[in-house]
């Protein structure tokens, strides 16, 4: 058999860049939907009667059932057993339907006793039923975001494996930052001078449609390629597959619990801090209410230009390990500048465009990383557990920040102060440097060569 006959549609560059358009395009909606409600914090106290403690619980729900029924675990084990195309398409539609809850929980049909609003107007009744049926909406949306984002990770490496894998990756979490981006910046222009809520969250859905359209030619790419290398995919699945075992094989790996401590601890002071950033930007620096939700949106701006950047400097430098060291250092500069600094703009401004460097760099360094740590063999199982992982302080860090921000600000009749609530962030930045120095240390030790470039030559 001649070589040109083994090959497949892999081989095609524009094949691998089409599905890699297709599935960053999904990520993009997934990313526009997940901080769509950030900026209408304000709008949410004042239309909606919703405490910063409620804001806050919202946000978290995000990963209550990822958290409580280890959604991601078994989103791990269902994409083994079932396959890209079946777990995608699947979790893109609970993805949509809790969007959609979400949406119709803000809409004036539910609120004025629309479908459902007497049934959640009967139990809990110290919290609204626009909170109640947003959060159910939003944390099926977040298994759906998370499971979906696992599996364009591994539709990534089944593509791009031994190719540009790096740089693709790159180019995903970029195009997917265009998605916040476009949330912190747009969703109150989208809300109007009056502040409809509901309007941005029907953009959002509709958004997410499109997504689900994109996945569904990614599909059929998909189907393709497998009929062509069927043989060479069950061997990679098999390679890849979750096994329960090997969490606890994980859990026995210095270098995984120490990358995994700083995963959670860092990415808990970048996205509960951006739910609550746009609301700072207006209490704290005084900014135009729709401006503020821009000043967040250089946050994911700088990251567009700057992770593909940096993913290329860490494949043929390396650094990685002490890029983390470095990343850690710049969350506490930046979380002190928040909590104790001088409320003049320039420094909001400066304090966020270091945020995104650090936010560049940072998850640069560290995905590639965990292949360095891991065996092969459970690289699954270590991406499903370190998601959920990180899924704990995604979850518990709104609600704290919102009930830290409410109890500063009892008989709080002016702007709200939200020092208290930064400093819990400083404190995560503080632990993220503890832990990215013992995983430095143990790199040293166990010579996983994290600052070794990606590239070998
Ligand atoms: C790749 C990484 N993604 C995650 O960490 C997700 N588990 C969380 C996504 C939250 C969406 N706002 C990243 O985006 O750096």
Not at 358 to 366: G, L, T
Not at 367 to 389: C, D, H, N, Q, T
Request: a neutral charge; hydrophobic letters at 55%; aromatic letters at 14%.
């Amino acid at each position: 058999m001649s070589a040109n006959l083994k090959q497949s549609i892999r081989d095609s560059k524009s094949a691998r860049w089409f599905v890699l358009a297709t599935v960053s395009f999904l990520m993009f909606t997934g990313y526009f939907f997940t901080d769509i409600m950030s900026p209408l914090q304000g709008a949410l106290r004042d239309n909606f009667g919703w405490s910063n403690a409620e804001y806050g619980m919202f946000a978290g729900s995000y990963s209550f059932l990822n958290v409580f029924c280890l959604m991601l675990i078994f989103g791990g084990i269902i994409l083994d057993k079932l396959g890209i195309r079946f777990t995608g398409t699947s979790f893109i539609g609970v993805m949509i339907a809790g969007a959609f809850f979400n949406y119709y929980a803000m809409t004036d049909t539910f609120n004025n006793g629309g479908l459902g609003y007497d049934f959640l107007n009967s139990f809990l009744t110290q919290y609204k039923p626009s909170l109640k049926l947003a959060i159910l909406g939003y944390t099926l949306f977040g298994v759906g975001v998370e499971i979906a984002g696992i599996t364009v990770s591994r539709i990534l490496v089944k593509w791009f494996k031994g190719k540009e894998l790096a740089l693709a990756m790159g180019l995903e979490m970029a195009t997917a930052r265009g998605g916040m981006l476009l949330a912190f910046s747009g969703s109150r222009l989208m809300a109007g001078e009056e502040q409809i809520v509901s309007r941005p969250l029907a953009f959002g859905v509709l958004f997410l449609v499109i997504g689900f359209l994109a996945f569904f030619i990614h599909n059929m790419m998909d189907k393709k390629m497998d009929a062509e290398v069927a043989d060479d995919t069950a061997a990679a699945a098999e390679e890849d597959e979750f096994k329960v075992s090997d969490i606890f094989l994980l859990f026995k790996n210095p270098g995984f619990i120490f990358i995994a401590l700083l995963c959670v601890l860092f990415y808990s002071a970048v996205f509960p801090f951006s739910k609550f950033a746009p609301d700072l930007m207006v209490q704290k620096y005084m900014f135009n209410d729709n401006f503020a939700g821009s000043m967040v949106g250089l946050l994911p701006l700088g990251t567009i230009v700057l992770t593909p950047l940096f993913g290329a400097f860490l494949d043929n430098k390396g650094k990685g390990a002490s890029v983390m060291v470095l990343g850690a250092i710049l969350l506490i500069i930046v979380h002190s500048i928040f909590a104790f600094g001088p409320d003049q703009k320039a420094f909001a401004f400066i304090a966020m465009i270091v945020l995104g460097f650090a936010f560049s760099f940072v998850p640069a360094a560290m995905w590639p990383s965990i292949p360095k740590i891991v065996p092969e063999s459970r690289l699954g199982s270590a991406y499903a557990m370190i998601f959920m992982i990180q899924n704990v302080g995604l979850m518990l860090f709104p609600m704290i920040l919102g009930a830290v921000l409410d109890s500063s600000n009892q008989g709080n009749t002016g702007n709200l102060d939200y020092s208290n609530s930064m400093m819990l962030m400083v404190g995560c930045g503080v632990l993220a440097l503890f832990f990215a120095f013992m995983l430095k240390a143990v790199d040293k030790k166990n010579g996983y060569g994290l600052d070794l470039p990606n590239i070998q030559k």
